[in-house]
């Protein structure tokens, strides 16, 4: 009922930037939370970034400064800038939304994309 499409991953050299996009499609109502985690090999998945409706903001640590997410609501898709990448950034990221639909307005559940790979080397 929901469908989760990221765009943007690739190869860039350390200190370099990307921007990932995810779109959101589907019989929605209401999309409370979006954002991005990541996984690297071996690791466990982390939260990267999210945004909730209105605006506030959330990031792991170890991207404030470099990662900037934002919104695009009347699109349901949400971005995420990436710049002065680093090797330890390497990563398969998945965007994330936490969604009421209109068949049960009162319910949120959560989606996730297929990922897409983020890889940082010279």
């Known amino acids: 009922q929901v469908r989760m499409v990221e765009s943007g991953g690739g190869l860039v050299q350390p200190g370099g930037s990307l921007r990932l996009s995810c779109a959101a499609s589907g019989n929605i109502f209401k999309i409370y939370v979006m954002g991005w985690y990541r996984q690297a090999p071996g690791k466990q998945r982390e939260l990267v970034a999210t945004?909730?409706?209105?605006?506030?903001?959330n990031y792991a640590d170890s991207v404030k400064g470099r990662f900037a997410i934002s919104r695009d609501d009347a699109k349901n898709t949400v971005y995420l800038q990436m710049a002065s990448l680093k090797p330890e950034d390497t990563a398969v990221y998945y965007c994330?939304?936490?969604?009421?639909?209109?068949?049960?307005?009162?319910?949120?559940?959560?989606?996730w994309g297929q990922g897409t790979q983020v890889t940082v080397s010279s």
């Open positions: 945004m909730i409706t209105g605006g506030t903001t």
């Open positions: 994330y939304a936490d969604i009421a639909l209109y068949s049960d307005p009162d319910l949120e559940n959560d989606y």
